[in-house]
């Protein structure tokens, strides 16, 4: 399962991550609103009040960072792009030629 989900484009894994951080939020929710108000749980409401805090915290912080992850990729792709559309090809044995032909040139003519 972990090898399909990362063989996946990023846009689909972090679906795939929000998609899950969704499903434990609302496990939380129900942990924390539901199990823990039962006038007799088995562990007792302290130990359910903990769990369901713990997964809700989890899991928006899940999302929050997912969210920041795929938007710090999309700005690396485009600053990638930027510099390759900028980038100028030249050849240090063409441009050292050059610079000594015009030294040649500027010495003779003096």
Known sequence: MIKYIMSRRVNERGLIGIGLCIIVFVLG???LNHVSTLED????????????????FLSILGVI????????????KERK????????LFYLKDSNRSRSKSKTKTNASL
């Open 81 to 88: 792009e930027r510099k390759r559309r900028n980038h100028k």
């Open 41 to 56: 749980p088995p562990l007792g409401n302290t130990i359910y009040i903990l769990i369901g805090s713990a997964l809700t």
């Open 65 to 76: 960072l997912i969210l920041k992850y795929m938007y710090d990729n999309k700005k690396r």
């Open 29 to 31: 929710y129900f942990v």
